[in-house]
């Protein structure tokens, strides 16, 4: 799982959710994640359509 994903909340002795990070700081973490996802998969595909043209 990636980091991203972890330490936003926990689960107590008595079964109640505590949250670790407040939502806004979660909501950052988890845009810079998917962004750096998007940016990842983007080059993946230019790299493809550029071969791919040189065929």
């Known amino acids: 799982m990636p980091d991203a994903f972890k330490g936003h909340y926990r689960i107590d ?3 109640d959710i505590k949250m670790l990070k407040s939502l806004g700081e979660s909501k950052a973490i988890m845009n ?3 962004e750096e996802e ?3 998969l983007k080059i993946i595909l230019l790299k493809r359509i ?3 043209k040189m065929i």
Request: net charge positive; glycine share 8%.
């Open 38 to 40: 998007r940016s990842k």
């Open 50 to 52: 550029k071969i791919s």
């Open 32 to 34: 810079r994640f998917w």
């Open 13 to 15: 002795e008595n079964g």
